[in-house]
């Protein structure tokens, strides 16, 4: 960053998922890293989504297995793997072997952004904070297992700030830790362009990102299908996001979807633009028996808010996707739970001043909670605060 003396100390991203537009932490990396230029390195180790497309970004990967080939000791294939170091990790924990080239790889580093959002993740996220010893925070975009173990509760008592995406969530850190919390939601820039009413007896629905986790949603908008061609002439589901999602949208809605494939920056905004409203397909399940109803809200509806397109969302009304949006509920934020109540929000964006009200309120939103200038400042300032100190 500018302003510092020495030589620029760098800031770490590390998470489980590769920096890249194929997942929601991937885009979160790449929007969180934006400011710092060329001093930044991220690392990961799953590559079910895919490869990072960055330079900077280093996959840790592999692993093996803690009780492999035997319960104890090394047998003869474990210690062939290290010496020609085709692995990182044993289980989750580095392999004592790499953590020298860890060291040397991150030499330059001097402040770390964690996001884990399981056990297995959070370990693997203390192993190499404590190799790479640096300052950091934790921020929490989800929570996958039930109950957090130590390697949670370690960083959080070693972090500068856990940032947490919801109230539930900064709730059970304070459980869990004694440590400084905040809010931090999903983010993004201004878009250029802005979404208008259409006077047309039709609809589009825009629909983004990834979606195996929000089936039941997809299923309550899959039975309204008929009910909706009653009302408007045509029916259209605009989706974006990689083909490999398409499998998860039920066979009778596939008809009626128009695959725009992924898109980002402006490209994406244009095509949200010409939407009539967004569609969040969950959480829907009970917050009780499902972590993401429970804890996480979905991070593409600050593309909708954004580009001030009013969301249908198909959520619990007790999740934490409910709490989070609570001011804008009815305003903006349409939460249904049945094929009726689908159906009715969508005829009652139909009219000009509920859409345009709706639009307003939404664009606002945007700007008191998922503009990056504003939303990111704290987050931003706490790390300068250690990489202009490191870098002095």
């Not at 957090?148 to 900064?170: G, I, K, Q, T």
């Not at 009653?230 to 998860?248: C, D, K, N, W």
Request: glycine share 6%; proline share 5%; charged share 25%.
């Amino acid at each position: 960053m500018t302003g510092m003396k020495g030589k620029e100390r760098e800031l770490l991203f590390i998470n489980a998922l590769p920096a890249s537009h194929s997942n929601a932490i991937g885009v979160l990396t790449l929007r969180f890293a934006a400011p710092f230029g060329e001093a930044w390195k991220h690392c990961y180790w799953d590559t079910n989504m895919g490869r990072s497309e960055i330079s900077n970004s280093i996959f840790l990967n592999s692993s093996i297995p803690r009780l492999w080939p035997f319960a104890t000791g090394r047998g003869f294939a474990t210690r062939l793997v290290e010496r020609f170091e085709l692995a990182w990790w044993r289980g989750d924990r580095l392999l004592a072997s790499r953590k020298p080239q860890l060291q040397k790889m991150f030499k330059d580093v001097g402040f770390a952004y964690a996001s884990p959002l399981r056990n297995s993740e959070a370990t693997r996220c203390r192993e190499i904070l404590e190799t790479v010893q640096c300052p950091f925070v934790v921020h929490l975009w989800d929570i996958m297992d039930r109950s957090l173990n130590a390697d949670y509760a370690w960083l959080f008592s070693h972090s500068e700030h856990v940032f947490c995406l919801s109230e539930p969530m900064r709730a059970l850190v304070r459980e869990t830790a004694h440590c400084e919390t905040g809010l931090l939601s999903f983010v993004r820039t201004r878009s250029k362009v802005r979404a208008s009413f259409r006077n047309r007896d039709s609809i589009d629905i825009g629909l983004i990102g990834f979606l195996a986790a929000y089936r039941d949603g997809l299923e309550l908008v899959a039975r309204a299908v008929e009910s909706l061609q009653t009302h408007f002439s045509r029916v259209t589901l605009r989706y974006i996001g990689p083909p490999s999602q398409l499998a998860y949208i039920p066979e009778s809605l596939r008809e009626l979807t128009e695959h725009l494939g992924v898109l980002v920056g402006d490209e994406l905004d244009r095509a949200l633009m010409d939407c009539d409203c967004g569609l969040l397909p969950g959480p829907l399940p009970v917050p009780e028996y499902d972590q993401r109803s429970k804890y996480s809200v979905p991070s593409r509806a600050a593309d909708y808010l954004a580009v001030g397109l009013p969301i249908i969302a198909t959520i619990h009304p007790d999740s934490a996707t409910s709490l989070f949006f609570s001011s804008l509920r009815g305003r903006g934020f349409f939460p249904v739970t049945d094929s009726k109540g689908l159906v009715g929000a969508l005829r009652a964006l139909r009219e000009e001043e509920v859409w345009l009200n709706a639009s307003n309120e939404c664009e606002a939103f945007f700007s008191q909670r998922c503009d990056a200038g504003i939303a990111l400042k704290e987050f931003y300032s706490i790390a300068n605060s250690f990489l202009q100190r490191g870098a002095a």
